[in-house]
T-cell receptor
Framework: SAVISQKPSRDICQRGTSLTIQCQVD?????MFWYRQQPGQSLTLIAT?????????ESGFVIDKFPISRPNLTFSTLTVSNMSPEDSSIYLC???????????FGPGTRLTVL | TQLLEQSPQFLSIQEGENLTVYCNSS?????LQWYRQEPGEGPVLLVT?????EVKKLKRLTFQFGDARKDSSLHITAAQPGDTGLYLC???????????FGTGTLLAVQP
C-alpha cells in the first residue's frame, strides 16, 4: 500500500486565479494519476503523470488548463488555471502499487471557485 | 468506450439488513477493484479480484468477480451505520494502467 497526502485540503478561490495542488507519497512510485470528482459522484481521470515524461491527458482535459509536474518518484502537482465556478470540485491524486492496477488515493482537495 | 454501470445508484436501508451492489460492463477486465469513500475523504481500497469466478470475503463483505470478468458484485451482510458511504467499482487492464470507474452506489444505513 501507500500513504498519500495532499495540500491544500480545501480552498476557496476567485475566478480567474490559479491553484496548485500538491501530492506527496511515502514511497517511490512510477505511476501517479489525477482525478476530478463531483460530491457523491464517480471519478473522472484528468491525466496520468509519470516521472520523466510529459503527462498524458484524457479527452476533455488540456495541459494549458491543468498543467502537471512530476519532478520525482514521490511528488506531483496539479495546477487548475484561470479558474471558473465550473472548476469547483474535489481533486484527487492516486498512485498505482502492486502491478494489478490497484490504486491508492489521497484524501482529496475540495475546491470552490466563486 | 469501456463503461462500468453500478446498480442501484442509491440505497437507504435499516441496520441489520443485507444488500447487494452490482457492477456490470460489456468489456473484459483483467482486474476489478472495489472502493468505499466517506465524505471528505479519498476512496479507500476494499479488495482487488483478478480471477474469473473469484470470491473474496472481508468480514461482512463478500466480493465476487464474474466468470467472464465483465461484472462483479458486493454483498454486505447485516449492514451497520459504519458501512455508509459511496461504493465504487473500478476495472483495470490494458497497457495504460488506467482504471475505469463505475458510476457509484451511495449507501446509507440508518440506525
Amino acid at each position: 500500500s501507500a500513504v498519500i497526502s495532499q495540500k491544500p485540503s480545501r480552498d476557496i478561490c476567485q475566478r480567474g486565479t490559479s491553484l496548485t495542488i500538491q501530492c506527496q507519497v511515502d514511497s517511490q512510485v512510477t505511476m501517479m494519476f489525477w482525478y476530478r470528482q463531483q460530491p457523491g459522484q464517480s471519478l473522472t481521470l484528468i491525466a496520468t503523470a509519470n516521472q520523466g515524461s510529459e503527462a498524458t491527458y484524457e479527452s476533455g482535459f488540456v495541459i494549458d488548463k491543468f498543467p502537471i509536474s512530476r519532478p520525482n518518484l514521490t511528488f506531483s502537482t496539479l495546477t487548475v488555471s484561470n479558474m471558473s465556478p465550473e472548476d469547483s470540485s474535489i481533486y484527487l491524486c492516486s498512485v498505482e502499487v502492486g502491478g494489478t492496477n490497484t490504486q491508492y488515493f489521497g484524501p482529496g482537495t475540495r475546491l470552490t471557485v466563486l | 468506450t469501456q463503461l462500468l454501470e453500478q446498480s442501484p445508484q442509491f440505497l437507504s436501508i435499516q441496520e441489520g439488513e443485507n444488500l447487494t451492489v452490482y457492477c456490470n460492463s460489456s468489456s473484459v477486465f483483467s482486474s476489478l477493484q472495489w472502493y468505499r469513500q466517506e465524505p471528505g475523504e479519498g476512496p479507500v481500497l476494499l479488495v482487488t479480484v483478478v480471477t474469473g469466478g473469484e470470491v473474496k470475503k472481508l468480514k461482512r463483505l463478500t466480493f465476487q468477480f464474474g466468470d467472464a470478468r465483465k461484472d462483479s458484485s458486493l454483498h454486505i451482510t447485516a449492514a451497520q451505520p459504519g458501512d455508509t458511504g459511496l461504493y465504487l467499482c473500478a476495472g483495470g487492464g490494458g497497457a495504460t494502467n488506467k482504471l475505469i470507474f463505475g458510476t457509484g452506489t451511495l449507501l446509507a444505513v440508518q440506525p
